[in-house]
């Protein structure tokens, strides 16, 4: 069963840094694209960034250029986003997702608030 | 970016009737649309991919059609569980960018 579980949500202040991560089992997690997609509280959904089985490519929205960064350990079926300079309007949940462009498997999502 | 509509924002159906969904992308996409169905505190889930291919698990009353700029999911006959949001994504340009979802509740 594919499962993916992120965690490191929480709350931070505006300018703050938080390292997400998501946990993969079930599948052979060096084999696929791993995306990040948000969604702001009562919002619609926003791809964030994903990147290439091997590390390789990395893609980011215009709205995360520069502050995020998404990056994998395939020995640690693990995926992660660090983010950094964060901003009011990053508040969201955080989903982790298997592969790119349509996604089947997601996870459950971890919350980020950011407030002072 | 690709900036994809979707009306009407909510559609009120009872239970058994048809609901028709529109999304629209602001240059051609191809075939390279999903649809996804997400209920509250949940994941999306993923029910068309290729703008008319039945994602694994999807049951025959969730209908995808279209191609370029103009896409349609028809739900034949809605049960109480399809009573959700949905939104449409396109894949064909990156950033990857979703509709601002349809939000499907009982008449």
Do not use: H
């Not at chain 1, 069963?1 to 992120?6: A, G, I, P, S, T």
Request: proline share 4%; charged share 15%.
């Amino acid at each position: 069963e594919v499962q993916l579980v992120e965690s490191g949500g929480g709350l931070v202040q505006p300018g703050g840094s938080l390292r997400l991560s998501c946990a993969a089992s079930g599948f052979t997690f060096s084999s696929y694209w791993m995306s990040w997609v948000r969604q702001a509280p009562g919002k619609g959904l926003e791809w964030v960034a994903n990147i290439k089985q091997d590390g390789s490519e990395k893609y980011y929205v215009d709205s995360v250029k520069g502050r995020f960064t998404i990056s994998r350990d395939n020995a640690k079926n693990s995926l992660y986003l660090q983010m950094n300079s964060l901003r009011a309007e990053d508040t969201a949940v955080y989903y982790c997702a298997r592969g790119t462009a349509m996604v089947m498997y997601w996870g459950q999502g971890t919350l980020v608030t950011v407030s002072s | 970016e690709i900036v994809m509509t979707q009306s009407p924002a909510t559609l009120s159906v009872s239970p058994g009737e048809r609901a028709t969904l529109s999304c629209r992308a602001s240059q051609s996409i191809s075939s390279n649309l999903a649809w996804y169905q997400q209920k509250p505190g949940q994941a999306p889930r993923l029910l068309i991919y290729g703008a008319s291919t039945r994602a694994t698990g999807i049951p025959a009353n969730f209908n995808g059609s279209g191609s370029g700029t103009e896409f349609t999911l028809t739900i034949s006959s809605l049960q109480s569980e399809d009573f959700a949001v949905y939104y449409c994504q396109q894949y064909n340009n990156w950033p990857f960018t979703f509709g601002p979802g349809t939000k499907v509740d009982i008449k």
